[in-house]
């Protein structure tokens, strides 16, 4: 699973729980495109902050097209009307956390599941 997110210790969190779910974490090298992490990874699933750059790159969703990879979408908090749009616009499963009576690990397992 690559991970894509801006901040350190969530991209650390989202590994133990990536890895909770027997997948194995792996993240962009400091500087490299999220489309050429995509190309050198191939992974199968790919969590995407929806306030990466890369959720707004055609060249990203592109290179996740051509390897077959899942995207899932995620805001770490309201607002998130954009991202909304962005999941509904590329077809890619989505959450927000906080979620109301969920736990991150939860969120995480059941868009995984999908």
Do not use: N
Not at 27 to 36: K, L, Q
Not at 58 to 75: G, H, K, P, T, W
């Amino acid at each position: 699973m690559l991970i894509l997110v801006r901040d350190v210790l969530g991209a650390g969190l989202f590994a133990a729980l990536a890895e909770g779910a027997g997948l194995k974490p792996a993240f962009a090298y400091v500087g490299e495109r999220a489309e050429t992490a995509t190309e050198r990874l191939r992974p199968s699933c790919i969590l995407l902050e929806c306030y990466h750059p890369a959720a707004r790159s055609e060249q990203f969703f592109a290179a996740a097209a051509s390897y077959d990879c899942r995207v899932i979408l995620f805001a770490p908090a309201a607002p998130w009307a954009d991202c909304a749009e962005i999941a509904r616009t590329r077809g890619v499963t989505t959450f927000v956390h906080p979620a109301p009576g969920e736990s991150l690990a939860e969120l995480v397992a059941d868009a995984l599941a999908e």
